[in-house]
């Protein structure tokens, strides 16, 4: 397996990217911690509540005021358009959109707890999916590596909040027509307090 030479790789990320990375179903998130709350549903505030696009769920963390609770997300780019022939020289901008909190309303916004500072870990696997495995559908062609890692600050706000980053690919491909797959770990660095 070739690698970007001097990256780290990250082969204990390999059960994560699986997981994350599943073809015609809801992609599953992976925490640290989820919050259980007497009399909801044991995935009330899960992690896939943060990809769900609705104002009122919410990820909601167990501990320590989400203070390095870290969830593990995924680019959602159509494999069409993500092929590593198709990056060749071009723009890798990546867009981070934050709802902070829950901002179904003000009560609910202001009485629990909002990011303030998060680090994103950045990593990246080439590979491909195969249909003969629907079970565990990826394939991948080297181990991931560490690409990039960065922190953001975020407004005590209920209002949508997006951030801009160029992440450029870092491994050298062993065939251009394979996909690049980014994943991406969010630790909580700060919080407002609910």
Known sequence: MLQAEGEKTR???IPIFKKCYRPNEHKALVASSTLIEKGKPKNYYGPNN??????DTAWGV????GIGEWIYTYNDARSSGNSYEKLAGKSQKNYFSFLNGLAKDATSFEENGRIKKVRIDVYELEGGETMANLDDPLIYHN?????DSFELEL???PEEQTF????FTKIKPQ???YDRYILFKLTILETYLG
């Not at 801009?164 to 992440?167: G, H, K, L, V």
């Open 11 to 13: 082969k204990d990320l």
């Open 50 to 55: 943060i990809d769900d696009q609705y104002i």
């Open 62 to 65: 167990s501990k320590n005021q």
């Open 143 to 147: 181990y991931p590596i560490e690409n």
């Open 155 to 157: 407004k005590d706000t």
């Open 164 to 167: 801009e980053r160029e992440i």
């Open 175 to 177: 065939d251009v027509f």
